[in-house]
């Protein structure tokens, strides 16, 4: 069972750039759809962006359109995303997502990462 790890996150002001990492400890397979999304509390995890592994076609959520990018490594097995011009409603835990559907819901993911907190404050 591939396992994924999260880094990059931390503290940034409005306006300010993060890019967090997501490295899998085994090979990321062409069928797999790589996922991030963030959870604030008491609120449900909701979709971020996705990228397919084979293709690197990427989906964004609304929020975040223009803003994050997608991308990633597939000699390293490690997924990117990029975050600029962050907001204070950008402020959640992102979690990194294996799956093998081109979807935004997160039921269709089934390797999760342990999560990285993103805080924005002015």
């Known amino acids: 069972q591939v396992q994924l790890t999260e880094s990059g996150g931390g503290s940034v002001q409005t306006g300010g750039s993060l890019r967090l990492s997501c490295a899998a400890s085994g090979r990321i397979y062409s069928s797999s759809v790589m996922g991030w999304f963030r959870q604030t509390p008491g609120k449900e995890r909701e979709f971020v962006a996705l990228?397919?592994?084979?293709?690197?076609?990427?989906l964004f959520a609304d929020s975040v359109k223009g803003r994050f990018f997608i991308s990633k490594d597939s000699a390293t097995n490690t997924v990117y995303l990029q975050m600029n011009a962050l907001k204070d409603e950008d402020t959640a835990v992102y979690y990194c997502?294996?799956?093998?559907?081109?979807?935004?819901?997160?039921?269709?993911?089934?390797?999760w990462g342990q999560g990285t907190q993103v805080t924005v404050a002015s």
């Open positions: 997502a294996r799956g093998s559907q081109y979807s935004s819901n997160r039921r269709d993911y089934n390797t």
């Open positions: 990228i397919r592994w084979s293709s690197g076609t990427t």
